[in-house]
């Protein structure tokens, strides 16, 4: 019986492991409205990054911004793609387009409801930042924003690069 117990919970506990690194299968909208699989979004020759966002979070904006600085470096010499996904409701969204604009984020900015995307993803605050690897894996996951967590970012991005 305690085998049977045991087996049955190592079983439960590997297929709920490869569950959560898989990217879960979510629509999300472009800035024009076209909703979309999130996975059509995210290709298997690149390092993908995906920041959750809001226009009334004053950290993400700032994560944003820092990866933004970095970003050209990061696709040339990393292969790395940054999908932005707004959780904003429907008022914020008129906003989204102004900030990225006066932003100058050149990522591909997305729109998830903030339930679906917080319940597929099993995190609660925001910015929330997850690195998908070529094979489509969730690979690393930071929650929060301080100056400087994109050098951590960074380094986690290199280690997947194999660099």
């Not at 009334?56 to 820092?66: G, N, Q, V, Y």
Request: charged share 20%.
């Amino acid at each position: 019986m305690k085998v049977t117990s045991l087996l049955a919970g190592f079983l439960l506990m590997t297929i709920f492991g490869f569950a959560q690194n898989t990217v879960p299968q979510v629509n999300v909208k472009t800035l024009g409205g076209q909703s979309q699989s999130l996975s059509e979004f995210i290709k298997n020759d690149k390092i993908t990054v995906l920041s959750f966002w809001a226009t009334w979070c004053t950290p993400c904006k700032k994560e944003l911004s820092a990866i933004a600085e970095n970003y050209d470096a990061w696709k040339e010499d990393l292969g790395v793609e940054v999908l932005a996904i707004t959780i904003d409701d429907t008022r914020q969204l008129s906003k989204v387009p102004g900030i990225v604009e006066t932003s100058g984020w050149e990522y591909t900015i997305l729109c998830g409801n903030q339930n679906e995307m917080q319940n597929a993803f099993n995190f609660q605050t925001i910015p929330q930042t997850f690195v998908i690897d070529k094979d489509g894996k969730i690979v690393y996951t930071h929650s929060g924003y301080v100056p400087g967590d994109e050098y951590e970012l960074e380094e986690q991005l290199k280690k997947i690069a194999g660099k």
